[in-house]
T-cell receptor, first 114, second 114 residues
Framework: KAGVTQTPRYLIKTRGQQVTLSCSPISGHRSVSWYQQTPGQGLQFLFEYFSETQRNKGNFPGRFSGRQFSNSRSEMNVSTLELGDSALYLC?????????????FGQGTRLTVV | GDSVTQMEGPVTLSEEAFLTINCTYTATGYPSLFWYVQYPGEGLQLLLKATKADDKGSNKGFEATYRKETTSFHLEKGSVQVSDSAVYFCALGPRGSTLGRLYFGRGTQLTVWP
């Protein structure tokens, strides 16, 4: 059974550009969450999608957005990139929306903004 | 609000030493509790979980017991190996509110020397 797949693995962008990251959850999983990991702030929750609906959003500016498709695949977009957006972006999928079920993480996308 | 406090690292041990990483939480209701591990360059892997008070999660020699009276979920291993070197995250999954997210501690870097 394939795990959570995130693409691309590495990305270098320039300040002011925008970027789209992709996440394919485990087959059958309908909940997808995104997290930003930085050395200074640790793991911070971005948003969660379930059946194509955003159900929860963390404290990030509107430059960060996402969506989920009918096949549960998800994308997140960051517009007008800033140096501080450099981070490891992690996607997690789970079978149910309750967090007493396991969340499976992808390997992440390492974004570097220069 | 919900939160997790995890002991600061780094933790450095010799092989076969005993490991304890402390984790306490604040939550409304009865959350699920998790330990995740992150190896260099990788995403997070679920190490163990507990979904109700007094549950003991265990995996690969690691154990943690859900203690509601002390709001704790400390990670222990009787004899660490070099291959256990990684970053360990304690996490809380709220229930009832079905927020579909996890709250993470800041992570504890463990280094095991041969």
């Amino acid at each position: 059974k394939a795990g959570v797949t995130q693409t691309p693995r590495y990305l270098i962008k320039t300040r002011g550009q925008q970027v789209t990251l992709s996440c394919s959850p485990i087959s059958g999983h309908r909940s997808v969450s995104w997290y930003q990991q930085t050395p200074g702030q640790g793991l911070q929750f971005l948003f969660e999608y379930f059946s194509e609906t955003q159900r929860n959003k963390g404290n990030f500016p509107g430059r960060f957005s996402g969506r989920q498709f009918s096949n549960s695949r998800s994308e997140m977009n960051v517009s007008t990139l800033e140096l501080g957006d450099s981070a490891l972006y992690l996607c997690a999928s789970s079978l149910e929306r309750e967090m007493n079920t396991e969340a499976f993480f992808g390997q992440g996308t390492r974004l570097t903004v220069v | 609000g919900d939160s997790v406090t995890q002991m600061e690292g780094p933790v450095t041990l010799s092989e076969e030493a005993f490991l304890t990483i402390n984790c306490t939480y604040t939550a409304t209701g009865y959350p699920s509790l998790f330990w995740y591990v992150q190896y260099p360059g990788e995403g997070l892997q679920l190490l163990l979980k507990a979904t109700k008070a007094d549950d003991k999660g265990s995996n690969k020699g690691f154990e943690a017991t859900y203690r509601k009276e002390t709001t704790s979920f400390h990670l222990e291993k009787g004899s660490v190996q070099v291959s256990d070197s990684a970053v360990y995250f304690c996490a809380l999954g709220p229930r009832g509110s079905t927020l579909g997210r996890l709250y993470f501690g800041r992570g504890t870097q463990l280094t095991v020397w041969p």
